[in-house]
C-alpha cells in the first residue's frame, strides 16, 4: 500500500500558472508541513542538574587551590 503525496497534483489544482506558480493575491495550495505527527510538545530539561554540577565544580577548585595555598604556608606536607 502506498500513502498519498503531501503535496496535491498540479495538473487538477486550479488556479495554478505553467511552472506550479500561482496569481498574485492567490492563495497557495495546502502541501504538507514539518511539524505534522508530533504527538507532544518538547519538555525542557531542569536547570537542576547545571547548578548541581557548577557546584561541584567550585567545591573541587576551591579544595584544589586550599591545599595548595596550606602546602605553600606550610600547614600541609603533600609532597
Do not use: C, H
Not at 498574485?24 to 495550495?29: F, L, M
Amino acid at each position: 500500500m502506498t500513502a498519498l503525496p503531501p503535496d496535491p497534483d498540479p495538473d487538477r489544482t486550479p488556479g495554478l500558472e505553467p511552472g506550479g506558480g500561482v496569481q498574485p493575491g492567490d492563495t497557495p495550495p495546502d502541501s504538507g508541513s514539518t511539524t505534522q505527527g508530533l504527538s507532544k510538545p518538547e519538555t525542557y530539561r531542569s536547570r537542576a542538574g547545571g547548578i548541581a554540577t557548577l557546584v561541584i565544580v567550585l567545591i573541587i577548585t576551591l579544595a584544589v587551590v586550599g591545599l595548595l595555598v596550606a602546602q605553600l604556608v606550610g600547614w600541609v606536607k603533600v609532597f
